[in-house]
Antibody, heavy 121, light 111 residues
Framework: ELQLVESGGGLVQPGGSLRLSCAAS????????MHWVRQAPGKGLVWVSR????????SYADSVKGRFTISRDNAKKTLYLQMNSLRAEDTAVYYC??????????????WGQGTTVTVSS | QSALTQPASVSGSPGQSITISCTGT?????????VSWYQQHPGKAPKLMIY???NRPSGVSNRFSGSKSGNTASLTISGLQAEDEADYYC???????????FGGGTKLTVL
């Protein structure tokens, strides 16, 4: 079964840091581009970041550029999102997702259940 | 960059067909065939329904179809069923620094 399981969410104060993890199973993790997408309470989906299959290329939404870092460990089949200098507007459910095709940004066909990040004092 | 533009809500009766539009610009929908559509039920993760404008992933009903004309992509659901009631989001690759952009979402109500 194709599966992504996120962890690492929680309550953090403004200016703080958090690292999210996304464990993959049921497919060849090293063969796919991966994404992080977030959804603020009651709001729509917002793309956050993506990484290519070997980790050599990354992209970020302007709103998180310079604060968030996406990375992956293909040996551990795990995707990460290091979030620094967190702001209240970063409060959201964070999803990891697999690109439907091995490379490129064509659509996301496997999603995790999401992990909640709350930034508040 | 602003989100792709979708209607806030659409509705239809069981058995009918509905279409949800998704309007972008020449930097995204108009120039790339990397348009995808997602269905999201309350409290659940999104589900991919269409990728690359008109391709259905394995397991998605053929009642769902996608198309594109100019800067506007569309999702059509035929033979509406009660379980189709959900939020629907479009997404596109973009040549801007953002790389991937989503629409604001459309709430589908099955009357």
């Amino acid at each position: 079964e194709l599966q992504l399981v996120e962890s690492g969410g929680g309550l953090v104060q403004p200016g703080g840091s958090l690292r999210l993890s996304c464990a993959a199973s049921g497919f060849t993790f090293s063969g796919y581009w991966m994404h992080w997408v977030r959804q603020a309470p009651g709001k729509g989906l917002v793309w956050v970041s993506r990484i290519n299959s070997d980790g050599s290329s990354t992209s970020y939404a302007d709103s998180v550029k310079g604060r968030f870092t996406i990375s992956r460990d293909n040996a551990k089949k795990t995707l990460y999102l290091q979030m620094n200098s967190l702001r209240a507007e970063d409060t959201a459910v964070y999803y990891c997702a697999r690109d439907v095709l091995a490379a490129g940004s064509h659509g996301m066909d496997v999603w995790g259940q999401g992990t909640t990040v709350t930034v508040s004092s | 960059q602003s989100a792709l533009t979708q209607p806030a809500s659409v509705s239809g009766s069981p058995g009918q067909s509905i279409t949800i539009s998704c309007t972008g610009t020449s930097s995204d929908v108009g120039s790339y065939n990397q348009v995808s559509w997602y269905q999201q039920h309350p409290g659940k993760a999104p589900k991919l329904m269409i990728y690359d404008v008109s391709n259905r992933p394995s397991g998605v009903s053929n009642r769902f179809s996608g198309s594109k004309s100019g800067n506007t992509a569309s999702l059509t659901i035929s033979g509406l069923q009660a379980e189709d009631e959900a939020d629907y989001y479009c997404s596109s690759y973009t040549s801007t620094s953002t790389l991937v952009i989503f629409g604001g979402g459309t709430k589908l109500t099955v009357l």
